[in-house]
């Protein structure tokens, strides 16, 4: 499908989408600034993010890190913090090798081109063309979900929107499409406009700047489009992890892979039960002896906490734990013993953090620190 595809009556976008846009943009602290490392950071955060949660992290962010040079000579566990919460965790190790690259290959200066953008690890072809659209006006366009439910409504397109083949045609159609001399100020409309108007659910068509152009709408099969295949339901895993207290009291920590599940984070010695334990408190000893030769006694359970993910869904469950035999220092060198009170210093998982917050929680109320 490209332009010449679509019936007679179809006209397409036009101005009214920049003068709509003109009139209706919210007004975002990324939309305030020229400077394409904000720009950068701003496309960065917001892929999978809803604005409103991207918005404080973005400004402390930007605080900290002002320039790329500051965020490629940061340590790791640093941008990790400041991340903390937002999730996929993999687009801030990817935005600090970047930084690196861009320190190293283009003298500090991030490229103008997008086909230069997309060698940076984490840009893809999307950001590739936001980045370079909007921070440089270059004639690049950008389909993500906002703008292919836009054009699968436009065109009343009856395809599954997940397909490869499907996903190109309309790639064509938005580069087709695009602004010729406004091509940044294009794009950021038809996300907006997606965002704003062309809502996955109950879209508001009488305000849409492009309603008389909508084929789904005069139509009436607004409610069927985009079209996509049925997700299959997220798998269930049981994770078990250790709160393991040393004769000083510590806490005993172990850092992820960086390449793993929020690598590069901090989370309590453990695992994954499998269906072979005998039970959870077997699970959590099985995994401490195959991953640091610990032994340790399991008392008191605490609360278990929910955690989903992309493509499954966890329950964390935990135990105060008292170590039985292993070596009292740091049994490898991605593990620390640490204070309870020192656990808010280090990078963890929501659903860590989760149980943290109960631990320390149910300890204040019974006026006792952890034991």
């Known amino acids: 499908m490209d332009s010449s595809d679509l019936p007679p009556e179809f006209t397409g976008p036009d101005e009214g989408l920049l003068d709509w846009y003109e009139r209706e943009a919210a007004d975002l602290p990324w939309r305030r600034s020229r400077d394409p490392w904000a720009i950068w950071l701003a496309e960065i955060m917001l892929q999978q993010t809803q604005v409103r949660t991207v918005i404080p992290y973005y400004e402390r962010f930007l605080r900290r890190f002002p320039n790329i040079a500051t965020l490629a000579a940061a340590d790791l566990d640093e941008v990790l913090k400041l991340w903390e919460g937002l999730g996929y965790y993999r687009r801030a190790r990817n935005l600090q090798r970047a930084a690196r690259q861009v320190m190293e290959a283009y003298d500090g200066c991030l490229p103008r081109r997008a086909a230069d953008l997309q060698r940076l690890p984490g840009?893809?072809?999307y950001s590739a063309g936001a980045?370079?659209?909007?921070?440089?006006?270059?004639?690049?366009?950008?389909?993500d979900g906002n703008v292919m439910r836009v054009f699968a409504r436009l065109t009343d397109l009856d395809e599954d929107i997940t397909r490869s083949a499907t996903q190109r045609r309309l790639w064509a159609l938005a580069q087709d499409w695009l602004h010729p001399?406004?091509?940044?100020?294009?794009?950021q409309a038809l996300m907006e406009l997606g965002r704003r108007v062309c809502r996955p659910r109950q879209p508001d068509c009488p305000r849409c700047p492009l309603q008389t152009s909508c084929l789904a709408r005069a139509r009436g099969t607004q409610a069927q489009r985009p079209r996509r295949r049925p997700r299959p339901e997220r798998p269930h895993h049981d994770h078990v992890v250790a709160l393991l207290r040393n004769a000083q009291g510590q806490v005993l920590?172990?850092?992820?892979?960086?390449?793993?599940?929020?690598?590069?984070?901090?989370?309590?010695p453990g695992g994954r039960a499998m269906a072979e334990d005998a039970s959870l408190k077997a699970a959590l000893q099985r995994c401490l002896r195959e991953t640091l030769a610990l032994e340790a006694r399991p008392g008191?359970?605490?609360?278990?906490?929910?955690?989903?993910?992309?493509?499954?869904?966890?329950?964390?469950?935990?135990?105060?734990?008292?170590?039985?035999?292993g070596p009292e220092e740091s049994p490898s060198p991605e593990t620390a013993w640490v204070q309870p009170e020192?656990?808010?210093s280090y990078s963890f998982g929501g659903a860590e953090r989760a149980l943290i917050a109960n631990w320390l929680t149910a300890a204040t109320r019974s006026n006792a620190t952890p034991r």
């Open 342 to 344: 020192e656990l808010d």
């Open 131 to 143: 980045i370079a659209s909007i921070a440089f006006g270059e004639a690049a366009a950008v389909l």
């Open 253 to 268: 920590i172990q850092r992820r892979p960086e390449e793993g599940l929020l690598g590069g984070l901090w989370t309590f």
């Open 123 to 125: 840009i893809g072809r």
């Open 300 to 325: 008191a359970a605490l609360a278990p906490v929910q955690q989903g993910f992309t493509h499954f869904r966890i329950t964390l469950h935990a135990w105060e734990c008292a170590l039985v035999c």
């Open 181 to 187: 001399t406004r091509p940044g100020a294009w794009n």
